[in-house]
């Protein structure tokens, strides 16, 4: 099955710095990799996603980088804000038609703090 | 209302007792997920569904665990003989299945579920 892996465990920044998060995957069937962003008390909420057929996609200060012949992907936020700070976990999901579709597969999540 | 509702958002029960933990989904949202995230770790898959069927159910941990969803909306997941290691937040997400696209999961707040 699928294996996510997610680093850094912890990563702190300044106010205004950018956060870089690393995930890499090992089933090459996996074609969906969505970022979730988890504050305390709440379920995960979806920042961004990536399908395999793009390599790179933006959405104001978040961008997500995909590469899938070394399968791995990233996470960018720059002009960091405290509000910023949460979970995040990075996922991955096979295509539609494959046995494990609707299987996501969380890493271990990042926690992210900004200092003001 | 307009999210995914899990109730309820908190359960302590003893050692052996039977829960049941309830999602409503998102209206006309297909498909169906359940998640068990330990502290400090990613949510783990349990269970799929695509209408009233269970899809993929692959990460069910044993037979003390069943989910239901007769009707195509609400489901239910049963735990019986609770143990103390079900400690957990269990989300629940679903999401629209177009056939052709993989899309947006929404999560649920969660039931934090303490055997105690």
């Known amino acids: 099955g699928e294996n996510v892996e997610q680093h850094p465990s912890t990563l702190s920044v300044q106010e205004g710095d950018s956060a870089v998060i690393k995930c890499t995957y090992s089933?090459?069937?996996?074609?969906?990799f969505p970022w979730y962003k988890q504050e305390l008390g709440k379920g995960p909420q979806l920042i961004i996603d990536?399908?395999?057929?793009?390599g790179e996609k933006k959405d104001q200060r978040i961008a997500v980088t995909l590469n899938k012949t070394a399968k791995h992907f990233s996470l960018h936020i720059t002009e960091t804000q405290p509000e910023d700070s949460a979970v995040y976990f990075c996922a991955a999901r096979p295509a539609l038609g494959g046995t494990s579709y609707g299987k996501l597969t969380f890493g271990q999540g990042t926690i992210l703090t900004v200092h003001p | 209302g307009a999210g995914v509702s899990q109730t309820p958002s908190n359960k302590v029960t003893e050692k052996g007792k039977y829960v049941e933990l309830r999602c409503d989904p998102i209206?006309?949202?297909?498909?169906l997920y359940w998640y068990r995230q330990s502290l400090g770790q990613g949510p783990e898959f349990l269970i799929y569904f695509q209408g009233t069927g269970a899809a993929d159910d692959s990460g069910l941990p044993n037979d003390r665990f069943f989910a239901v969803r007769p009707e195509g909306s609400v489901s239910t997941l049963k735990i019986q003989r609770t143990e103390r290691g079900d400690s957990a937040v269990y989300l629940c997400a679903s999401s629209v299945e177009s056939g052709l696209l993989n899309t947006e999961a929404f999560f649920g707040q969660g039931t934090r579920l303490t055997v105690v």
């Open positions: 209206s006309g949202h297909t498909a």
């Open positions: 089933d090459s069937a996996s074609n969906y």
């Open positions: 990536i399908r395999s057929n793009v």
